[in-house]
């Protein structure tokens, strides 16, 4: 099975993911825990995009 990132999905989880490996919030509630509920959402919605 062969994944297929969006050139812009993954710059924007590059930055995202370097923005808040600088920042020290670990919380549940905190914005490494969203960005992370984001990215799986936004994953979920490309694979069904896309037939394999």
């Not at 549940?28 to 037939?51: C, N, R, T, W």
Request: net charge neutral; aromatic share 18%.
């Amino acid at each position: 099975m062969e994944i297929h990132f969006s050139t812009t999905l993954l710059k924007y989880f590059l930055r995202e993911w370097t923005y808040l490996h600088s920042s020290m919030d670990l919380s549940p509630s905190g914005a490494k825990s969203k960005f992370l509920k984001d990215l799986v959402l936004i994953l979920e919605f490309d694979f069904q995009m896309k037939p394999f």
